[in-house]
């Protein structure tokens, strides 16, 4: 059964510097699709960035970017040039699309970001 | 374009109650999912609509619960009688037919009492 596994239940950083949270995952499956999404207290869940197996190059949305190690089955956001805003609880899921298509996720990191 | 909703937001109930949750998902949107996250855990898979169909409800804790999706619009999921163990936060989410990405509602929080 796939498995997702999120280590850090929380992270703090400063505003302006960097930040990784870690992800890793289980599965037999060479074909997926792996998401972050956050959830700010307001409680609204939004995808962050996410991620086709099949791709080499990891994915990049403005300061948020990942790194995908598909053999090591590790999925890590970083988040660069922290801003308050990004103060939230982040949810790294895992999917198989298509007609499976409910989402498998970890328990979630809550990233405090310090002015 | 308006984005997934939920109502209520909040409900409060005693256990042996019953509770009835609704989703309105995107316009268009095919696929409905419904999660579930108890206190300090993982998000839950529950059940998966393919319009009015469902597609997989393997996640469904038991009979106590049941979701319906009259004309492949909105959805409802009551639960009946409520324990104290379906207290939690339940998710609805949408996405296009052949979508990979889920769009999700801001979430019912269940308590019961």
């Known amino acids: 059964a796939q498995t997702v596994t999120q280590s850090q239940p929380e992270m703090s950083v400063q505003e302006a510097e960097t930040v990784t949270l870690s992800c890793t995952y289980d599965t037999s499956e060479s074909d997926y699709y792996l998401f972050w999404y956050k959830q700010p207290p307001s409680r609204q869940m939004i995808l962050v960035i996410r991620q086709e197996a099949y791709k080499q190059q990891n994915a990049t949305e403005n300061r948020f970017s990942v790194n995908f190690q598909k053999a090591a089955k590790s999925f890590s956001l970083k988040i660069s040039d922290s801003q308050l805003g990004d103060a939230a609880m982040y949810f790294c899921?895992?999917?198989?699309?298509?007609?499976?298509?409910?989402?498998?996720f970890g328990k979630g990191t809550k990233l405090s970001v310090k002015p | 374009e308006a984005g997934v909703t939920q109502f209520p937001s909040h409900s409060v109930i005693e256990k042996g109650q019953t509770v009835t949750l609704r989703c309105d998902p995107i316009?268009?949107?095919?696929?409905l999912y419904w999660y579930r996250r108890v206190m300090g855990k993982e998000i839950k898979f529950l059940l998966h609509f393919v319009k009015e169909s469902k597609q997989d409800e393997s996640g469904m804790p038991n009979n106590r619960f049941l979701a319906e999706r009259t004309g492949g619009t909105y959805s409802t999921l009551k639960v009946q009688p409520a324990e104290l163990e379906d207290s939690g936060v339940y998710f609805c989410?949408?996405?296009?037919?052949?979508?990979?990405?889920?769009?999700f509602g801001p979430g019912t929080r269940l308590t019961v009492t």
């Open positions: 989410a949408s996405s296009q037919a052949g979508g990979i990405e889920q769009y």
């Open positions: 899921a895992y999917g198989l699309g298509g007609s499976q298509g409910n989402l498998i």
């Open positions: 316009s268009g949107h095919d696929n």
